[in-house]
């Protein structure tokens, strides 16, 4: 199962790109969209993000994935890179100063950002799901 946490910009710049991605069905992508408490609550945070996945156990497989869609602070990133998840950062004029940028991570745009190393997100999704392995492969004629 994807699992794919926005960070940085923002709430409207993700939720945008979140819906997108939702929207497209090109993953069977679920949103989760914990609003509280305050992004300075890190751990607080990052224990209900942990208990949500964790409830979800056998149901993640009903979605090909899910996109947390505020991850607002490091304890968050860290809950997400363990269960195997990957980091968007979204390109624009606020950064998240709690969730550092790591390489491997991707810097998405929920607009024309007009910049080799920034993403639209479906081209984000396409490039992440080459990349594990669930890419539609084609197939030759013959």
């Known amino acids: 199962m994807l699992l794919i946490a ?12 979140a819906d997108h991605l939702v929207a497209a069905g090109k993953a069977r992508l679920a949103a989760y969209a914990q ?5 300075d609550f890190g751990v607080s945070r990052a224990r209900i993000l942990g208990e949500a996945l964790a409830s979800l156990g056998g149901r993640r497989s009903l979605a090909g994935g899910l996109v947390v869609v505020h991850c607002l ?9 363990e269960q195997g998840g990957v980091l968007w950062h979204v390109h624009g004029s606020v950064h998240s100063g709690s969730v550092p940028i790591r390489h491997g991570d991707v810097m998405v745009t929920d607009g024309q950002a007009g910049y080799a190393h920034v993403r639209a997100p479906l081209e984000a999704l396409s490039e992440l799901l080459l990349a594990q392995g669930l890419g539609k492969r084609a197939t030759t004629l013959g």
């Open 35 to 39: 609003t509280t408490p305050r992004a």
């Open 6 to 17: 926005l960070s940085g910009g923002l709430p409207a710049e993700r939720l945008a790109i």
């Open 73 to 81: 602070s490091a304890e968050e990133a860290q809950v997400v890179r």
